[in-house]
DNA sequence: CGCTTGCTTGGAGTGCGCTCCAAGGTTCTA
DNA sequence: TAGAACCTTGGAGCGCACTCCAAGCAAGCG
């Protein structure tokens, strides 16, 4: 949604949020390795050990070879962020990334992979409401007793 | 707390589930770590370490030492499947275990333990759903892109 | 009786997702 | 130009929740 190709990359992987991108600083479009880790709440470990794994693209690099993050970068790990809050397994969201890196005819795989993701995140949404009815149950029953002590 | 106290502890841990004990065999009342591995999906394994790190009450044994499940341990662990299900770290279940060994006088601080779960289960619910719309958008994306390929 | 299968223990090992360390080089502020 | 604060790397370490191992005792069957 840039400009002129057909499907852009970068259409693909952007939107990752319904978040807009609030403090997110605009302006140069680079930033270091702690400006993004305070901005995604990501530790700088993290964010050099998922570039080592990679589960991210090629991160751009100062003239001394510092890392200099760019707004796409932010927005790949908005959604990265997303998957992970999935419960999806770090080595899938590396496969998703390798399927990125490929290109627009693994679409179809792209597709299939987070259609089993929404599966699971339906099937866990559903395992938690069924936790939620034993909670209240047992919730009710303490708050009762309490209420209404040693009535033997 | 066996036979006359206002309200047994039996009362608190029985009814765990939803799940009225299809398959729990009734009659002897004294199963097997095998036949209490099939019944829940724990490992053999993981139904000792459980003993050992004080998330089950004490499991009676055989003349010889072997473990003798009751039914009761089973409403025991149907709850604590149940509170694994939320994501509940081990040790805050075995604080749970502690509770309910120590009597009635911690019915509340139960209920607190409890409600903190529910707090975060329903926050992680709302997580997930949040991951919902992310999918569905890029998964919608994926979907329109192949059926509509290249309009340059 | 022997055989197979199952149960016992303490302790070691595994896989995941980070998390940190040491030893340096870089960048910013005064 | 000094000093603090930040960045780099490969590799080691950690916390969690299991998972398995070895060596030996127990139980059921022909």
Redesign the interface.
């Known amino acids: 949604m840039e400009s002129s190709?057909?499907?852009p990359e970068d259409?693909?992987e952007r939107?990752?949020?319904?978040d807009p991108g609030h403090p997110r600083p605009d302006g140069q479009d680079r930033y270091t390795i702690s400006e993004v880790a305070a901005h995604t709440g990501l530790s700088a470990h993290t964010l050099r050990w998922y570039e080592r794994i990679g589960l991210m693209p090629h991160v751009d690099r100062s003239h001394t070879g510092q890392r200099r993050f760019t707004n796409r970068d932010l927005d790949w790990l908005s959604?990265v962020g997303?998957?992970r809050?999935?419960g999806m397994p770090v080595a899938d969201m590396v496969r998703y990334a390798e399927l990125v890196r490929q290109g627009?005819h693994t679409?179809?795989e792209?597709?299939e992979l987070?259609?089993q993701?929404?599966h699971d995140?339906?099937g866990?949404?559903a395992?938690?409401?069924?936790?939620?009815?034993?909670?209240?149950?047992?919730?009710d029953?303490?708050?009762g007793?309490?209420r209404a002590?040693?009535?033997?």
């Open positions: 190709p057909p499907i259409t693909v939107c990752a949020g319904a959604l997303k998957l809050l999935t627009e679409f179809e792209r597709q987070l259609e993701t929404r995140v339906l866990r949404i395992e938690l409401q069924g936790t939620l009815a034993v909670l209240n149950y047992k919730i029953f303490y708050a007793a309490r002590p040693e009535r033997a």
